[in-house]
């Protein structure tokens, strides 16, 4: 008896495995994905209690937080669009992923990865709310509430040693609240030249695979495993502070040249000079300019009758631009009554300069530097003796805090002063941007402009007829021997009528600035509350470059 039932039990094992591998066989030649329901929406007045309970959490924000915004119309536009954005999606999808399997093929006996069915289906995203944040940078913060419950048709067939395998992703549901910057803004259209995302929080991402029919999802432990994977490596890649860059505009269309430097010219000389005046001499002196700079030029005292003349003189220029700026150099005669004449001039490019190093050029004077010039003048107009000396700003400028990075650390002020002294010096370029102002009303009238007042200089913007709000947008600069760690700015808004009037000028407001916390963070860019002023408050940016 007992040998009769070991041989059943063997023959049933037997037979039993042979029908397993048969039917398992059929189901994986034969066997066809579901087909992808289309679900319909239903109106609140006919769900029951506990289904309206079970929806709260998916309330839109707008209703539980005031701070976002309805955006209906925008929800309305991707409806309406999204049969019509399926396909390049879709194809941007198979394009992305293209190389992305081929570095699979050959590995693990795989000979191909394709897609048979690739379609978003027919429920569009939804947007929740919208938030938007206002700063001071040039920028534009929103952070989109994006909720996405869909019904894609997503069917991938892997060959694998003659047999396909077909893989279907189900019941897709993505929640996520990107933070979406456009920046900087630009005076060109669209307006802002790059698009920064960022995911503030970890995104949740639930989905249903099946393999030959059968849920994988639901093998215990395997679902918790791959929502922490996907999780990991979204925020790796896009979780804030790491963003994902997207330009719009050329960067060379749009970028703002700022200081990167110094130019130290010295006029040592000039020889052998025209002679303009009736008595056989010139009263000479030297004009120094940078090209694309709209600042005046800078000129050296004048040297009366003197075709040798001698000056020795330093100057200090602004540099943004080192590769493709010009030093330009024009010696004019000095004249009591009409136009000065000009006894000749020569360009020097700043791309011939090694940086922090002195270089020596004694320059021939030309009638002028255009191309179309006379070929037959061969006048001689002397020489110019200059040194120059380019020194850029320091890249990581000392911080009492060490050599974290400056984009998302910020010094604060009341440190040590002596500590201040021993670690901070050097000369430097302090350039202070009058941004605009906002309520700025004055007694009798409003044509606000603003003096800038630091160390016995006197800087003004241009006057704005007739607004309380003015935006100037006028930067300044002073170049400094060491950093201002005990000086105060003191920016004044002031209004200013035509005409003859015992009240032409008014103050709107004052606001002392204290630059220790721009030497220690290199940066400030705050709105202040101005001083004898009802509700005024201007925006100023200062910063503070070593060399």
Not at 53 to 80: A, C, G, M, Q, T
Not at 293 to 300: C, F, Q
Not at 341 to 361: A, C, H, I, W, Y
Not at 412 to 431: R, T
């Amino acid at each position: 008896m007992g040998f009769l039932s070991s041989l059943l039990g063997i023959t049933g094992f037997v037979i039993g495995t042979v029908i397993g591998l048969i039917v398992g066989f059929y189901f994986l030649i034969y066997s066809e994905p579901d087909e992808v329901e289309e679900h319909f929406p239903r109106p609140l007045h006919e769900l029951d209690t506990d289904t309206l309970l079970e929806l709260l959490p998916d309330i839109p924000l707008w209703v539980k937080s005031p701070d976002y915004e309805r955006v209906d119309w925008l929800n309305k536009f991707v409806k309406d669009m999204w049969p019509h954005l399926d396909k390049p999606i879709c194809c941007n999808i198979r394009s992305t992923a293209e190389p992305i399997f081929a570095e699979y093929i050959g590995k693990f006996q795989i000979e191909s990865i394709d897609f048979e069915k690739l379609s978003l289906g027919t429920i569009p995203p939804v947007i929740n709310g919208v938030k938007v944040f206002e700063t001071n940078e040039k920028e534009l913060l929103i952070e989109p509430a994006v909720r996405w419950a869909g019904n894609p048709n997503i069917i991938l067939v892997i060959k694998l040693m003659s047999f396909q395998i077909k893989v279907q992703l189900v019941d897709l549901q993505v929640f996520v609240s990107p933070r979406i910057a456009l920046k900087p803004l630009v005076p060109t259209f669209p307006c802002f030249a790059n698009i920064m995302v960022s995911l503030m929080e970890k995104p949740h991402v639930d989905f249903g695979m099946k393999i030959m029919g059968g849920d994988i999802m639901a093998i215990p432990g395997l679902y918790r495993y791959i929502q922490e994977t996907i999780k990991k490596q979204v925020a790796c890649l896009y979780h804030w502070p790491q963003t994902l860059e997207i330009p719009i505009l050329d960067s060379s269309t749009v970028a703002i040249k700022k200081p990167v430097g110094i130019l130290h010219v010295k006029v040592v000389r000039a020889q052998k000079l025209l002679k303009k005046d009736f008595l056989g001499t010139s009263d000479p002196y030297v004009k120094l300019s940078l090209t694309g700079e709209k600042l005046p030029a800078r000129k050296t005292t004048i040297k009366k009758r003197n075709l040798n003349p001698e000056w020795n003189e330093n100057f200090k220029l602004i540099v943004k631009d080192p590769q493709f700026q010009v030093l330009q150099l024009q010696v004019f005669d000095w004249d009591k009554v009409g136009a000065h004449d000009r006894l000749g001039m020569q360009l020097v490019p700043l791309n011939l300069l090694t940086p922090s190093e002195t270089k020596e050029f004694n320059l021939d004077l030309l009638k002028n530097t255009s191309i179309t010039s006379e070929p037959h003048d061969k006048k001689q107009r002397g020489n110019i003796t200059v040194e120059l000396t380019y020194v850029p700003f320091k890249e990581d400028s000392v911080k009492l805090d060490g050599s974290l990075d400056k984009r998302y650390e910020r010094v604060e002020s009341g440190i040590d002063k002596s500590s201040d002294e021993e670690v901070l010096s050097g000369a430097g370029l302090l350039s202070v941007m009058v941004r605009g102002a906002e309520d700025v009303e004055g007694e009798h009238h409003n044509n606000p402009y603003v003096l800038v007042l630091f160390r016995g200089e006197v800087k003004r913007t241009k006057r704005l007829r007739k607004t309380r709000d003015p935006l100037w947008n006028e930067e300044f600069q002073f170049m400094l021997e060491e950093p201002p760690l005990h000086d105060k700015i003191l920016i004044k808004v002031m209004s200013k009528t035509r005409g003859i009037s015992f009240r032409s000028k008014e103050s709107l407001g004052h606001v002392e600035i204290n630059l220790s916390d721009v030497v220690n963070n290199g940066r400030i860019n705050e709105k202040y509350h101005l001083i004898n002023s009802r509700n005024g408050v201007i925006h100023v940016e200062i910063t503070w470059n070593t060399i």
